[in-house]
């Protein structure tokens, strides 16, 4: 059964303070792994699809990176605007469903 | 990437009574969406494929007489909450597979049974 863990289970930083979130993860052959943002009350918006391990995807103050049990989201400088849960997901080879983690819920205080 | 809308985005409704979500495919010929319910404070957990021409694939645990789901066209996709409950009550997103099977979230729909 595929499983995916996320830590912390919430994060509070200073603006401008630089952190990481972790998603590990066990699956039967990984065809993709998936990171969203959520805001309360909103559904989840799509962020990056990793691969394979190895590759790092970057976008504004995110990178996501891979290997093969775990990915991290890197968050730099990061300002109020970057509040939300930060959902991972696996999606195993030969399937299209994915299984999502609780998520990170990240507060970012000015 | 996909625009996907929902309608209702929240519906209060009383026991016993029957509730349909849409989830519509905006600018994309979805032949596959899902279903997904999430709890307060709980990620989100899949209920259904909706193939479009073609019954449903329901998650386990997931009573496909209680939450019908029909995807009679590539933009549309229905769930129906049948003989709703309090215990019903949640947060039913849906999504499309695009672009080498990213999924694509619309809004969500808050269901409160009372």
């Known amino acids: 059964e595929d499983q995916v863990t996320q830590s912390p289970e919430a994060l509070r930083l200073q603006e401008g303070e630089s952190s990481s979130l972790n998603c590990s993860y066990t699956?039967?052959?990984?065809?993709?792994l998936f990171w969203y943002r959520q805001d309360p009350g909103k559904g989840p918006e799509f962020l990056f699809t990793l691969y394979s391990a190895g590759e790092e995807k970057e976008k504004e103050r995110l990178k996501a990176t891979l290997t093969k049990k775990e990915s991290f989201l890197h968050i730099t400088a990061p300002k109020p605007e970057d509040s939300a849960t930060y959902l991972c997901a696996v999606q195993a080879a030969g399937y299209s469903t994915l299984t999502f983690g609780k998520g990170t819920m990240l507060l970012v205080s000015p | 990437g996909a625009v996907v809308s929902q309608h209702p985005s929240w519906v209060i409704c009383k026991s016993g009574t029957s509730v349909k979500i849409e989830c519509r495919s905006l600018d994309f010929q979805a032949t596959t969406m899902f279903w997904y319910r999430q709890f307060p404070k709980q990620s989100l957990m899949l209920m259904a494929t909706s193939n479009e021409g073609s019954k449903a694939t329901y998650e386990q645990g997931v009573e496909k007489d209680k939450f019908l789901i029909n995807h009679a066209s590539l933009t549309l996709s229905t769930l129906t909450v049948t003989s709703a409950h309090p215990e019903d009550s949640s947060f039913y997103i849906c999504?499309?597979?695009?672009?080498?099977?990213?999924?694509?979230f619309g809004p969500g729909t808050r269901l409160l049974v009372l």
């Open positions: 699956v039967s052959g990984l065809r993709g």
């Open positions: 999504s499309v597979e695009q672009e080498q099977e990213t999924q694509y």
